[in-house]
């Protein structure tokens, strides 16, 4: 059982290149979260889908765009990567329609632009 | 709006405990707790309800005050593996998503 699992691991992008990072869960989960970790800001929130089709912004969405087309794929996509989109991106998934149960958290892209 | 944690961050021995505060200024319906060790994902703890619902590891224990929207973490004779970092996220209502504290790291020394 593979849980959540993300595409690629690392990256390292010039300014102004694009890119799109795959999420993938195999455990029939409806909802889908993005979320970026930085030293001393913990996790924020990306975007994130509570089903498929749909999608909707969280706490930092600006310069990121995400689609589900397919319930247990997430992907999340850097239009024009910007040296402060340098971070390490987490991708989430969970089963509840209520929200309040636990995530499963993918093993991490480390992307880098220089 | 993003919870508080205390400390920022602890040294322990093995076999001493510690408590990981998580405080709101808003009113909370859950908090959950994860952890994570560096290069890792984190993984899941526990998660506290408004009325007192908890679902969480048997070892692991926590609670929260609803009043003073706040939640505490209890470590009791703490282990090597407990080391990491422990972030606490906060849900204002039924159905919103939870916002993650900052962290506190946790160190555990033979």
């Known amino acids: 059982n593979a849980g959540v699992t993300q595409t690629p691991k690392f990256r390292v992008l010039k300014t102004g290149q694009s890119m799109t990072l795959l999420c993938a869960q195999d455990?029939?989960?409806?909802?889908m979260y993005w979320y970026r970790q930085d030293p001393g800001m913990g996790l924020r929130l990306i975007h994130y889908?509570?089903?498929?089709?749909?999608?909707a912004k969280g706490e930092v969405p600006d310069g990121y765009n995400v689609s589900r087309l397919k319930k247990q794929n997430f992907l999340l996509g850097l239009e024009s990567a910007a040296p402060s989109q340098t971070s390490v991106y987490f991708c989430?998934?969970?089963?509840?329609?209520?929200?309040?149960?636990?995530?499963?958290f993918g093993q991490g892209t480390r992307l880098t632009v220089v | 709006q993003q919870p508080v944690q205390s400390p920022q961050a602890v040294i322990l021995r093995e076999g001493e405990d510690a408590v990981i505060n998580c405080s709101s200024s808003?009113?909370?319906?859950?908090v959950h707790w994860y952890r994570q060790k560096h290069g890792e994902a984190p993984v899941f703890l526990m998660i506290?309800?408004?009325?007192?619902e908890q679902k969480g590891h048997e070892k692991i224990s926590a609670s929260f005050n609803e009043k003073k929207q706040q939640s505490s973490l209890y470590l009791t004779a703490s282990q090597l593996s407990y080391s990491g970092t422990y972030f606490c996220?906060?849900?204002?209502?039924?159905?919103?998503?939870?916002?993650f504290g900052p962290g506190t790291r946790l160190s555990v020394l033979p």
């Open positions: 808003k009113a909370l319906y859950s």
């Open positions: 455990m029939n989960h409806e909802y």
């Open positions: 989430a998934s969970s089963y509840s329609s209520r929200r309040n149960t636990e995530a499963f």
């Open positions: 506290l309800l408004k009325g007192g």
């Open positions: 996220g906060t849900a204002t209502g039924y159905g919103q998503n939870f916002v």
């Open positions: 889908s509570v089903g498929e089709g749909t999608t």
